[in-house]
């Protein structure tokens, strides 16, 4: 099967401070629910893959949610046959309520990995923000093959095996 991943980078925004962060150009720019459409058509008509991921980056793909909503029901709606699989990573702290219910909803067409650093004390160390165990929760319970991102600083090291342990 022909398999083609489109990577997007939809946000440059993250409302984190990440101590290990390289993204140097943390702005308020936004794809447009139109460019993304063009890409992705684009894509399609031009290319006979099988299969297409689109793979949403940021910052923080969550604080794109609208054109992660709008241009997923766009693709589905207009592009039936085709096989789509949409993916992201978060940080998981911009689950709202109408986030969940959209991503409960959706849960076999859209996939999400969280990108968590270790026990609550190293991600609060890393990023300033211990996430809730009911945000990790509900990510566990959503999609159990998807695999947790740990990123480890020079500050976290020596808790590493606690950080693996909980994860």
């Known amino acids: 099967m022909s398999r083609f991943c489109l990577m ?9 401070k990440c101590r290990y962060c390289y993204e140097s150009s943390k702005n308020k720019l936004r794809m447009q629910l139109d460019t993304a ?11 006979d893959q099988e299969e297409l991921e689109i793979d949403f980056h940021g910052g923080e ?11 997923c029901e766009w ?15 978060t940080n ?13 909803e959706n849960k076999k067409r859209f996939a999400v990995a969280l990108s968590l650093d270790g026990t609550p004390d190293m991600n609060h160390l890393n990023r300033g923000v211990r996430l809730s ?7 566990s319970e959503m999609w159990p093959e998807q695999p947790v991102k ?9 808790y590493f095996s606690d950080g693996v342990k909980y994860i």
Request: glycine share 2%.
């Open 75 to 89: 693709c589905w709606q207009n592009y039936p046959t085709r096989i789509l699989r949409f993916f992201t990573t």
């Open 133 to 139: 165990e009911e945000a990790i929760r509900f990510f």
């Open 150 to 158: 740990m990123t480890i600083s020079n500050e976290t090291l020596p």
């Open 8 to 16: 997007l980078t939809i946000t440059n925004e993250c409302n984190l």
């Open 61 to 71: 793909p969550f604080m794109n949610f609208q054109l992660i909503k709008d241009l």
């Open 37 to 47: 459409k063009r890409i992705i058509s684009e894509r399609i008509e031009k290319h």
């Open 92 to 104: 998981g702290t911009m689950l709202s309520v109408g986030i969940k219910n959209w991503l409960t």
